[in-house]
């Protein structure tokens, strides 16, 4: 049976079976250090017939380490809806295909969970199959000491319109809230955490998770405001919920 789908203006005619559907495994990979890859992720990139990669560069330093030679192709967010019917034909014909970010697990503030609609959309029968590793998401908020029992993952603040009401948010959760921010605006962040929350309220700051100048940083929000947290690397910010 063939089925026409089409994305935007951008139409492909699907003619696969159950049988020759391929799999798409959704691969988590290291957040700084590479010794942080698990053997099953090592075993799939052997096994695939293509590697889906954020940056194609970032992938191949990856595969290097491990002597794994791979075909890769680029999908991020701004790929194309051409670029997701070709993976789509790849998976109808039977070509078994991993997702990768640049870092940590795809479909966490990454344009993966687009991906994975629009397969699960055109190809039903294809089996999607998460192959867990590295978060940092998960990394910080295991070692905030902070309730996780539920917790708020918002992911990157907005940069102008709407940075309020994003703080806002994050001062009245009951609930820990975890989210990203860059290292040009992790100072202002921390400035306008101070301006909103109570002054006895904890935050934990990890910067460089896993890599060789990862620090972390806790105490309240006055504490914290006094550290003198360098503004180069990647952070992710926990602050304590109300309760």
């Known amino acids: 049976m063939c089925v026409l789908f089409t994305f935007s203006h951008f139409c492909v005619r699907i003619c696969a079976s159950m049988e020759t559907t391929g799999i798409l495994y959704i691969v988590a990979t290291p957040i700084g250090n590479l010794s942080d890859i698990s053997a099953r992720a090592l075993e799939i990139f052997g096994s695939v017939d293509l590697i889906l990669c954020e940056d194609t560069r970032v992938t191949a330093n990856l595969l290097t380490r491990y002597n794994l030679k791979k075909e890769t192709k680029s999908y991020h967010h701004h790929s194309t809806d051409a670029v997701i019917g ?9 070509k078994n295909l991993a997702y990768v970010s640049d870092a940590g697990t795809p479909g966490i503030s990454d344009p993966g969970n687009i991906l994975i609609s629009k397969v699960r959309e055109a190809l039903p029968a294809c089996q999607i199959i998460p192959i867990p ?11 905030s000491g902070f309730p996780t029992d539920k917790f708020l993952f918002l992911g990157f603040p907005p940069h102008k319109k709407g940075r ?6 994050v001062a009245h959760a009951e609930y820990t809230v975890v989210f990203y921010e ?4 992790i100072k202002k962040c921390i400035s306008e955490l101070g301006e909103i929350l109570e002054p006895h309220r904890q935050i934990v ?8 100048f990862e620090t972390t ?16 690397g990647e952070f992710v910010v926990v602050v304590r919920g109300k309760r």
């Open 205 to 212: 700051i990890c910067r460089e998770l896993t890599k060789k």
């Open 86 to 94: 070709e993976i789509i034909e790849f998976l109808s014909s039977g």
């Open 182 to 185: 860059s290292n040009h605006r």
């Open 164 to 169: 309020k009401s994003f703080f806002e948010e």
């Open 133 to 143: 590793g590295a978060s940092a998401v998960i990394s910080a908020l295991s070692i």
């Open 217 to 232: 940083y806790a105490g309240t929000i006055e504490q914290v405001k006094a550290m003198n947290i360098s503004e180069k």
